[in-house]
């Protein structure tokens, strides 16, 4: 950022500098990059400073205007972007396939809500109020899962750990509804955990609504968890996960240590899953077992797929427009009035939401691979080499 | 014994579900290296086309009617949103048969409607006695027919021109067209039979039952069936289907005693379990072949 400045008195990188000064930006060419640094840099070019600078002051601004309804979507939106970041992670940038997202995001929410939960109360708690502990070791409990996983994943590849995930799933679902002590068993569910920030309860409402300072704790979770995100993902790190996708026996050849760096991508996942897991309740205050079915996996899989398959960014907008997907669909019946609302009557809005996850995922699958994210890249390229056409 | 014996048979008509269902996803496995997620909904969408046919047609017309009309289903599944990804990394097809899976599921689903319908079979919750072990007859319906399918179906492979075509595809794709096959023609055959299997399948699992929506999710108990057997092998889901329809009768019967401590019956989880035992000694399941890593 500090390196952006320009200086009369410089012409070229190093011509009367030594060579161990820190390569400059040369101002008016925001893409003409002289080290590898530069380029790699977290935000690379001033638009992008401004234009995250921008989002995040408009986000934080959102709650002071918007109604506490849509609020508490867009907040539910915010929390799956930590759990589609986590799985982007895994899918789009180490290439292995998981359905089993849901599990871990459960494994979070229990651990979470176990914590957070009243000793005295009907069911498991241990009365550790204050969120961020409870968000953290969330986060731990489900990556801790991840570690036992991660042996299978190293043993198979492709379509075969799909389908072992798969089963993930629902095994952790027998289970959640199995312990009745912790989870209050299927249909019946248990209190969410309550999130308490420096002793302020979030839930109660006092100069501002419970839904305006739930949003706000989602959204500093998601700057953190994006950051973390991208920083893992042009690490050294993420460029083994990015080697391994590509071609995992070249990787090996090159020296990546394919089992290490596919336990990594597995912990790593889990840990965003965790969180969202114990963020993703506190705005309904209640869930049970059924909750962390396939469906929830695939609405992942969508979120990643439609927002874009290794990008941070996408990930977060395509978390948001799943999210507001019940939204959107039952606004439709004012235009389509074939559309009923009614849920005895066919088409009716909770079908048009399911089936619009699997339309959504063949036509971006179809017609635009790179999913939102790439939606926005080709806007950007149209007015960067405006007015010509490439 | 009589107790065992029964949950065997259980196990057997279960099993043979199964199979028809593992059958489909093997042949889509062989022709496009793609396990396809849409057989689910093939299969509850069979099942409730046959519930609204018999009443009109009879069961056996119905049952064939809807077969072939699933079928052209998938056909037309392949044509418009698979065919257009060929080449495309395997992932990215497996996952567009997640959504198509997801929007056929939804249509079927808006005709199972709020009254109980079932599928209008001979066989309801008969019984027949043999050797004093209580057997449905559901499940015999289920293992003959199943037993007949697969014959009929390792007979296409063998004897015809178009199972040959099959075999050449599934062996190397680009030898057989090469020699002349229209792989093309493969993968639609392919799918029309995954369908097909698919309908079957759903008429067997909600014999004697009324269909409801979660019907699909018998369908699912077939992938642990195709990793057990091994993704690329007939006989492995016809045995790996059997296997844990069995194990799972057995485990379901059983579980009150083995397991006392937990309150929800196992049986729903028994294949994933059996599944990740597998895979852990032989990570191409137990008739799959061993892949072979070339630079």
New interface residues.
């Given amino acids: 950022m500090t390196a952006t400045q320009h200086e009369p008195g410089r012409t070229g990188r190093g011509s009367d500098a030594p060579a161990s000064t820190k390569p400059r930006r040369r101002w008016g060419r925001p893409t003409l990059y002289t080290s590898y640094g530069q380029e790699m840099a977290l935000l690379n070019t001033r638009a992008k400073q401004l234009g995250v600078l921008a989002i995040i002051a408009v986000a934080a601004y959102l709650p002071l205007t918007l109604e506490d309804d849509l609020l508490a979507l867009l907040g539910t939106g915010l929390v799956l972007a930590v759990g589609a970041i986590g799985l982007n992670l895994l899918i789009g940038y180490a290439g292995q396939?998981s359905l089993g997202h849901a599990f871990f995001v459960g494994v979070g929410a229990y651990t979470a809500a176990v914590l957070a939960g009243d000793p005295d109360g009907r069911y498991l708690g241990f009365g550790v109020s204050e969120a961020p502990v409870w968000i953290v070791a969330a986060g731990v409990v489900a990556a801790l899962f991840g570690v036992v996983v991660a042996p299978?994943a190293t043993?198979?590849?492709?379509?075969?750990l799909?389908?072992?995930t798969?089963?993930?799933v629902?095994?952790g679902q027998?289970f959640f509804?199995?312990w009745?002590e912790m989870s209050g068993g299927?249909g019946i569910g248990r209190e969410s955990a309550v999130p308490v920030v420096l002793g302020n309860d979030l839930t109660r409402d006092g100069a501002y609504t419970e839904e305006q300072k739930l949003f706000w704790l989602f959204l500093v979770v998601l700057v953190i968890m994006a950051l973390l995100g991208r920083n893992i993902a042009r690490s050294r790190i993420g460029r083994a996960f990015a080697a391994v996708r590509d071609r995992d026996?070249?990787a090996g050849?090159m020296g990546v240590e394919l089992g290490r760096y596919k336990l990594i991508a597995f912990t790593i996942s889990s840990f965003f899953a965790g969180v969202c897991g114990s963020l993703l309740y506190v705005g309904s205050g209640q869930f049970s077992p059924e909750q962390f079915g396939?469906l929830l996996s695939?609405q992942f899989?969508a979120m990643v797929?439609i927002g874009g398959v290794a990008t941070i960014s996408g990930s977060i907008m395509g978390a948001l427009l799943i999210a507001l997907l019940p939204r959107l669909s039952s606004e439709l019946p004012a235009f389509l009035p074939f559309v009923s609302s009614s849920p005895?009557d066919?088409?009716n809005v909770f079908?048009v939401e399911?089936?619009l996850?699997?339309?959504?995922?063949?036509a971006f699958?179809?017609f635009e691979?790179r999913g939102l994210f790439g939606i926005w890249l080709r806007i950007r390229t149209y007015w960067k080499s405006f007015p010509f056409s490439y | 014994m009589t107790e065992l014996l029964t949950a065997v048979s259980i196990g057997a008509g279960n099993g043979s579900v199964y199979a028809l269902l593992a059958l489909g996803f093997v042949i889509i496995y062989k022709a496009m290296s793609v396990i396809s997620f849409a057989q689910p909904a093939f299969m509850l969408s069979g099942a409730v086309l046959v519930s609204h046919l018999s009443p009109r047609m009879g069961f056996v017309a119905a049952v064939v009617v809807g077969t072939i009309a699933i079928a052209v289903v998938a056909l037309v599944v392949e044509r418009v949103a698979v065919r257009p990804m060929v080449g495309k990394a395997v992932f990215v097809i497996a996952i567009i048969t997640i959504g198509i899976d997801i929007v056929v599921r939804v249509v079927a689903g808006a005709f199972v409607g709020v009254d109980p319908r079932t599928i209008g079979d001979p066989w309801g919750l008969d019984v027949t006695t043999i050797g004093g072990v209580q057997v449905q007859h559901r499940h015999i319906a289920a293992f003959v027919v199943t037993g007949l399918v697969v014959a009929l179906l390792f007979a296409f492979f063998r004897f015809t021109r178009m199972g040959l075509a099959m075999r050449a595809t599934a062996l190397d794709q680009e030898a057989a067209m090469a020699q002349g096959v229209d792989v093309g023609r493969v993968f639609a055959v392919s799918w029309a039979l995954a369908g097909a299997l698919a309908a079957i399948a759903g008429v067997f699992a909600s014999a004697g039952n009324p269909i409801d929506q979660n019907l699909w999710i018998i369908a699912l108990t077939a992938l642990p069936v195709i990793i057990l057997g091994g993704l690329d092998s007939l006989g492995g889901a016809v045995l790996g289907g059997l296997v844990i329809g069995i194990v799972q009768a057995v485990v379901s019967t059983y579980h009150s005693t083995w397991f006392p401590f937990l309150d929800t019956n196992s049986g729903a989880i028994v294949p994933y379990v059996l599944m990740l035992l597998v895979l852990l000694v032989r990570p191409q399941g137990l008739f799959g072949t061993k892949e072979v890593e070339r630079v």
């Fill in positions: 396939v299978l043993r198979l590849r492709g379509l075969y799909a389908v072992v798969l089963g993930l629902f095994i027998y509804a199995e009745r299927p026996i070249a050849v396939l695939v899989i797929l005895t066919h088409p079908e399911v089936g996850y699997g339309a959504l995922i063949v699958l179809l691979p």
